[in-house]
């Protein structure tokens, strides 16, 4: 049986394959606006800041429209897998292309892990006799062998995944809209848009919990920055990225915005219950009497989709880490397929710990380790916008050449992003749920630094040597 991979310097397989079409790119980068979060976490969010939860998703919204921004000017200049990383080391500096790398893909190991979980956990609502674990691992197995198949097929089943999402919201909307303007039944009796200030006002607890939800907010947010991973795959990426990028502020207006609005418009914000999804909640009273067998499908495929795209930007960025020196040289190898094989296995591998930890881990501590995956994007989000100024830096001194695709608002735009998100960081140490990724975050910052001084003589030695 032939080896999965060649040597380095073959010319044939040492590079990805450019075989993402623009479709796939453009729902790649819809899936990765829309998560588990706001299918599921709705409802708690809501319950924390009121209609006043629009205000966090358009802040936060208006903060990730600049950060796509300013990725999408950076993937103009250099269109290249595991971008983070790449713009870090060159235009900040080596242990930032270092510390983004490993930490973007600690942040998707974590939350495939607690993906596949889910899978499993909702499996059950259908088949509660089978093991928890058992729907995770099938669920795993069947992800890696699509990711390390071809591109194309992970690009077509994450097409598929980002269709169904859009579908569900596109027809909550549509729905609610129909019963608030034709006053359909019962529900349409009480559906009015003034439901939205009309209890207790729009900011019911204050500009306080719109600040508060933001950590949520962001948490739903996390993925669409996964285009900037797509960009060394697109077919056509000066054509198909700028589209995509400046996709992002209408994904959030009629995705988040649209359907919360319509949701506080069907019933007042106060009666929706936190720990009922309020989609099922408006599919029943649409007459939809499978409402929640719907919604239990939408979201295993959210997470199911999550998992994929973990799999797919982890093989990416081992494979940009092994071509910098920074992770063993084997992850830089491709397949005759043309994909990152050892760098999905490897991922892939390590997110099977999932799998174990159906046995032994509480449903408490799925909470803590994407608290702790928010810290990674965080991270990742504030080093695309100092990034961005390093690349704007070097297109003035003429060491860089400049794109049409700019981001607007620089410099200044970069740095207040960048408070904003250190911002949302600090109200993590609010809630005690999610506080634990502040006492997480620094040991794990510490351990890259240590690892960072071993990399740093191991490339030396290196370069001495050649």
Not at 30 to 41: D, N
Not at 68 to 74: D, F, I, S, T, Y
Not at 83 to 104: D, I, L, N
Not at 196 to 211: N, Q, S, Y
């Amino acid at each position: 049986m032939s080896s999965p991979s060649q040597p380095l310097d073959a010319p044939d397989d040492g590079h990805l394959a450019r075989k993402l079409k623009s479709r796939h790119i453009h729902m790649i980068a819809i899936g990765g606006a829309i998560g588990v979060g706001l299918f599921l976490g709705s409802g708690k969010a809501i319950s924390t800041a009121g209609p006043g939860l629009l205000l966090s998703y358009a802040v936060g919204g208006i903060a990730v429209f600049f950060i796509m921004r300013a990725l999408g000017e950076l993937l103009m200049h250099r269109p290249v897998a595991g971008s983070f990383a790449t713009y870090a080391e060159e235009y900040v500096s080596p242990f930032a292309g270092f510390v983004t790398g490993w930490s973007y893909w600690f942040m998707w190991v974590v939350i495939g892990m607690a993906e596949i979980t889910a899978v499993g956990v909702y499996i059950h609502y259908w088949l509660p006799d089978i093991p928890q674990w058992l729907p995770a691992l099938i669920t795993l197995a069947v992800l890696y062998i699509v990711n390390v198949v071809a591109v194309r097929l992970f690009g077509e089943l994450e097409f598929w995944f980002a269709l169904i999402k859009v579908v569900t919201i596109v027809a909550l909307i549509l729905g609610g809209l129909a019963i608030i303007v034709f006053r359909i039944g019962e529900l349409g009796q009480q559906a009015s848009f003034s439901n939205l200030w009309a209890h207790d006002g729009f900011l019911p607890f204050g500009i306080m919990g719109a600040v508060l939800a933001l950590q949520m907010v962001m948490f739903a947010y996390q993925g669409v920055e996964l285009i900037g991973v797509t960009a060394g795959e697109a077919e056509n990426p000066e054509e198909v990225l700028p589209r995509a990028t400046n996709g992002i502020i209408w994904r959030i207006l009629i995705f988040y915005l649209g359907a919360l609005a319509v949701i506080m418009a069907l019933l007042p914000w106060n009666q929706l219950n936190p720990d009922v999804s309020p989609f099922v909640y408006v599919f029943d009273k649409l007459g939809l009497s499978i409402a929640a067998d719907v919604i239990n499908f939408v979201v295993i495929t959210a997470a199911a989709s999550s998992c994929n795209s973990g799999i797919f930007s982890n093989g990416r960025m081992l494979f940009t880490l092994a071509r910098s020196g920074q992770a063993p040289r084997i992850f830089g190898k491709v397949s005759r397929n043309h994909v990152p094989f050892y760098g999905i296995t490897a991922s892939a591998a390590v997110m099977s710990i999932g799998v174990l930890l159906n046995y032994v881990v509480p449903k408490q501590a799925f909470i803590w380790i994407t608290s702790i995956s928010l810290v990674g994007s965080l991270w990742t989000w504030s080093i695309i916008m100092i990034a961005h100024l390093g690349y704007r830096r070097a297109v003035a001194q003429g060491k860089a050449k400049r794109v049409d695709f700019r981001m607007p608002g620089a410099p200044v735009a970069n740095w207040v992003v960048v408070a904003f998100l250190i911002m949302v960081a600090v109200f993590l140490g609010f809630d005690p749920s999610t506080r634990v990724a502040l006492y997480v975050a620094p040991i794990w910052f510490g351990l890259l630094a240590i690892a960072y001084q071993f990399v740093g003589r191991q490339r030396t030695l290196a370069l001495n040597a050649s």
